[in-house]
């Protein structure tokens, strides 16, 4: 397989490191008894992309859900530029700069791309952007449709595009490769990296680990409830564990991680 070439890095005025955004310390959470999340925690920096790895199951949506408010920690932390917030609200955190871009669209059914663009250009002042972040996530040819008639891919460019026109502090996008066609695969891998260049910490979650190495500056792996910085995608590769336990002796993801 010939490995795709890695998008432009650089992230936040070409630093190495930007300053924390989101930070997420000791997080445990159990369902029904069985303990999902029992040390979790990572930081995600301005103008970086964290990938964060994991199998099926481990924890990884449920951590993105106790960031935005959708489930809550039994105990832990999470602060958001430099704030604790013990009860966190994706609305709140909306307002300050945060989006949550998740599996499940959060499109609605009664507007077409167009519409939603042009929404969102309206409401952050992105009408500027509009026509490059329309090209650069190829949406001219459905921009007219309504999300019910788009795939699972299209409507991940769409949730890109609309996060390119808002400009967040903070990017959280599970699973943005779900459902994307390989030839459009660098479109999503391009939006990432440029809401970094913009400035946002971008936190990702997923199994596609070509994809994500090439795009991610900093890799994070879950596994048994807790989570280990790994350092950049090279160090990662480098990591016996990682390598044995998910990567598998070829380098790609896990068995049944999928």
């Not at 609200?89 to 949550?100: C, H, I, K, P, Q």
């Not at 309504?146 to 460019?157: A, D, I, V």
């Not at 391009?190 to 199994?207: E, F, K, T």
Request: net charge positive; aromatic share 6%.
């Amino acid at each position: 397989m010939t490995a795709r070439p890695a998008p432009e890095r650089g992230g936040f005025g070409g630093a190495a490191t930007g300053p924390p955004v989101l930070e997420m310390d000791g997080i445990g959470r159990s369902f029904r008894g069985r303990v999902i999340l029992r040390s979790a925690g990572l930081v995600a920096r301005s103008g970086r992309v964290t990938a964060l790895f994991g199998r099926n199951g481990c924890g990884k949506t449920t951590l993105f859900r106790i960031v935005v408010g959708r489930v809550r920690a039994e105990y832990g932390r999470v602060l958001y530029d430099g704030r604790y917030r013990p009860r966190p609200r994706l609305s709140r955190l909306a307002a300050e700069g945060l989006m949550y871009s998740a599996q499940e669209s959060a499109l609605t059914a009664h507007f077409t791309v167009r519409e939603h663009l042009d929404a969102f250009a309206e409401r952050w002042g992105g009408s500027e952007r509009m026509a490059e972040v329309v090209e650069a996530l190829r949406l001219g040819e459905v921009i007219d449709r309504r999300p019910p008639t788009l795939s699972g891919g299209e409507c991940q460019r769409v949730s890109l595009a609309l996060a390119r026109l808002r400009r967040p502090r903070c990017l959280l996008s599970d699973e943005p490769y779900a459902g994307v066609a390989p030839r459009d695969r660098p479109l999503v891998s391009g939006a990432l990296r440029a809401a970094a260049r913009d400035g946002a910490a971008v936190l990702v979650s997923g199994h596609d680990v070509d994809d994500l190495f090439a795009v991610a500056d900093e890799v994070v792996w879950m596994t048994a409830g807790t989570t280990h910085a790994l350092g950049t995608p090279e160090q990662a590769r480098a990591h016996d564990q990682f390598k044995r336990e998910y990567l598998g002796p070829r380098g790609g993801a896990a068995p049944g991680s999928g």
